[in-house]
């Protein structure tokens, strides 16, 4: 079993439509929780990160952490045929730079 | 003003031939790192260094050597290429090692170098 699990998708959806992108892991020392946009042919780049349990909201987008279920979310309200991309979650401990990635889930958003 | 840097994009090589992957950030970071992402879009770290010393070295064949002529620079360099080396390779850099308990250290990638192995 994966560290770290996500649904590769394909996920399609129209223009507007509220997103939800979620990853499942299993090392309970994992305290960072990142979400990362990739872009086709593109370098992943920095979405939103919590550290530890919460909600994290930032424009459109609210990353969510529960720990007790070692589930993490990511929402994108409003969706745009911008955001088509795909969306890897990342985590690790404190103390430890070691990033875990999950392994993508692809989100085409449709005008 | 590109932060990361690779080159090059694209390298297309005979099984058996060795290659190198250069890659430059002008972020000011002290920690880089070397990931490969297969063709499902997995990404897994193989390398990392800080100031320009090993800190992470993952279940990689020796045939990958990374190489760190400075903090801003670090080389991948491959011996006796195979098949399975086709992917997508990575460079990142960060600001530290991730030791300060609620500060993040954000990797910035660099754009990729899509080798293939023929």
């Known amino acids: 079993q994966k560290e770290v699990e996500q649904d590769p998708g394909p996920l399609s959806v129209p223009e507007g439509a509220i997103v939800s992108l979620n990853c499942t892991y299993s090392?309970?020392?994992?305290?960072?929780f990142m979400w990362y946009r990739q872009y086709s042919r593109k370098g992943p780049e920095l979405l939103m990160y919590?550290?530890?349990?919460g909600n994290k909201e930032d424009g459109r987008f609210t990353a969510q952490v529960d720990k007790s279920s070692k589930y993490i979310s990511l929402f994108i309200r409003d969706s745009q045929p911008s955001d088509s991309a795909t969306y890897l979650c990342?985590?690790?401990?404190?103390?430890?730079?070691?990033?875990?990635f999950g392994t993508g889930t692809r989100l085409l958003v449709s005008p | 003003d590109t932060a990361v840097s690779q080159t090059p994009k694209y390298l297309v090589t005979q099984m058996g031939n060795d290659k190198s992957i250069k890659c430059e950030q002008n972020?000011?970071?002290?920690?880089m790192y070397w990931y490969k992402q297969d063709s499902k879009k997995f990404l897994k770290i193989m390398f990392s260094?800080?100031?320009?010393?090993?800190?992470i070295n993952e279940t990689v064949p020796n045939r990958f050597s990374p190489k760190s002529p400075d903090k801003a620079h670090l080389n991948l360099h491959i011996n006796s290429l195979e098949l399975g080396d086709s992917a997508v390779y990575f460079c990142?850099?960060?600001?530290?090692?991730?030791?300060?308990?609620?500060?993040?250290?954000?990797?910035?990638f660099g754009p990729g170098t899509r080798l293939t192995v023929l």
């Open positions: 990142a850099s960060s600001q530290g090692l991730g030791l300060t308990s609620g500060i993040t250290n954000e990797q910035f």
């Open positions: 090392n309970s020392a994992f305290q960072y």
């Open positions: 919590t550290y530890s349990s």
């Open positions: 990342a985590m690790r401990p404190t103390g430890f730079q070691k990033l875990v």
């Open positions: 972020l000011g970071h002290d920690t």
């Open positions: 260094y800080n100031n320009k010393e090993l800190i």
